[in-house]
């Protein structure tokens, strides 16, 4: 039973950019009574090499999101191993429940151990005697002699995003950060997501657009099966006192990223006690998303990505005076009985 201080909830988004041969994913936090809904906050972007590595070339680069807002971002890196070392990491950092395995976008190792990643800036790691050497060089050779030290196998990077400086690449993750906060958990839909991302120029350009990929989030591809429908069983209960409008607003956190925020009116101050019942209808298919490639010239091209056997999860609510009446309460229209083996929600949903 959540008591409701218990978030916030952090997780990975299964959204992602990608530059060239990385990739970057954000982890997040659900803020607590921050907004109508709940607020995602970016915590960090991880950015996994998505091409073979040579020797003990770095694989994952986890940029940490400084907790005061002075936009600062400090960062690790692993490398000579599968990006899932990074993973696992943050995973363990953050309670990340595996569960969300699939949303990383990297191939799962099996009792991969987490390790902790070393210290890391712009290409190197931070102990590497030539980092500040060659990151002191102009930027195009700079970028010939870590070419050269990444295909020798060398313990470096070259990341697309840290060819400038410190306060580009600064400027890169908060522009991304506030991109990723303002799309995930929306389920847009094309035309949507496709106005959201054309908006989120990255600094790092110089009169043409950085090329880039955007993908967006997972919704099912047509009428999911194999359902469960689980519940009912309480989250957020107590005694809680209205306020001066005579309402009880309780944030739920579910469905995950946003939450529900749940509103009971009553007298102004009253004491009113409320137990939130909850059911889940969790169903398996296929899922698709949303992908924009954007050019030199800022336009994109779009398509459709498919991936099979992947899990939903559709989540409904009931009220109850307490813990035990929860048991009592009726399934929500919404949410299809046990026996029904197809199908998210009723009617049928193609978003989560």
Excluded at 143 to 160: D, K, N, R, S, Y
Excluded at 223 to 248: H, K, L, M, R, Y
Excluded at 310 to 318: E, I, L, P, S, V
Aim: with cysteine.
């Amino acid at each position: 039973m959540l008591s409701g201080t218990e978030l916030p909830q952090f997780a990975v988004s299964d959204m992602k950019t990608s530059l060239g041969d990385w990739s970057f994913k954000p982890v997040y936090r659900l803020a607590s009574g921050t907004g109508p809904e709940g607020d995602v906050s970016v915590v960090g972007i991880l950015a996994t090499l998505d091409s073979p590595w040579v020797g003990m070339n770095i694989v994952a680069v986890y940029y940490s999101r400084d907790a005061e807002a002075t936009g600062g971002w400090s960062a690790r890196a692993w490398c000579g191993s599968s990006p899932w070392g990074a993973v696992a990491s943050i995973k363990a950092m953050y309670g990340i429940p595996d569960s969300l395995d699939v949303l990383w976008d990297v191939q799962p190792e099996p009792g991969a151990v987490p390790a902790p990643g070393a210290p890391y800036t712009r290409g190197f790691h931070a102990t590497d005697p030539i980092a500040s050497a060659i990151n002191a060089l102009e930027c195009g050779h700079r970028g010939e002699v870590l070419e050269a030290l990444v295909a020798g196998g060398h313990a470096a990077a070259q990341v697309p995003v840290e060819r400038e400086s410190d306060a580009a690449l600064h400027a890169w993750l908060l522009n991304r950060a506030s991109y990723f906060e303002a799309a995930i958990g929306k389920h847009f839909v094309a035309a949507e997501l496709d106005a959201v991302a054309a908006g989120a120029i990255t600094p790092l350009q110089t009169g043409d657009c950085l090329p880039r990929t955007e993908y967006g989030e997972w919704v099912p591809s047509g009428t999911p099966c194999q359902c469960e429908t689980d519940g009912p069983w309480s989250s957020v209960c107590g005694t809680f006192t209205a306020n001066a409008e005579g309402v009880v607003e309780l944030l739920i956190p579910f469905p995950p990223p946003a939450g529900t925020t749940i509103r009971v009116s009553g007298g102004v101050g009253a004491s009113i006690s409320i137990c939130v019942c909850l059911w889940t209808r969790t169903c398996s298919g296929y899922g698709q998303r949303y992908v924009f490639e954007y050019g030199n010239d800022c336009q994109s091209v779009s398509h459709i990505e498919l991936r099979g056997n992947m899990t939903f999860t559709a989540y409904g609510h009931q009220l109850a005076s307490s813990e035990g009446q929860c048991a009592l309460a009726p399934r929500p229209a919404h949410i299809p009985a046990a026996t029904k083996e197809c199908g998210l929600t009723i009617p049928t949903a193609s978003a989560p």
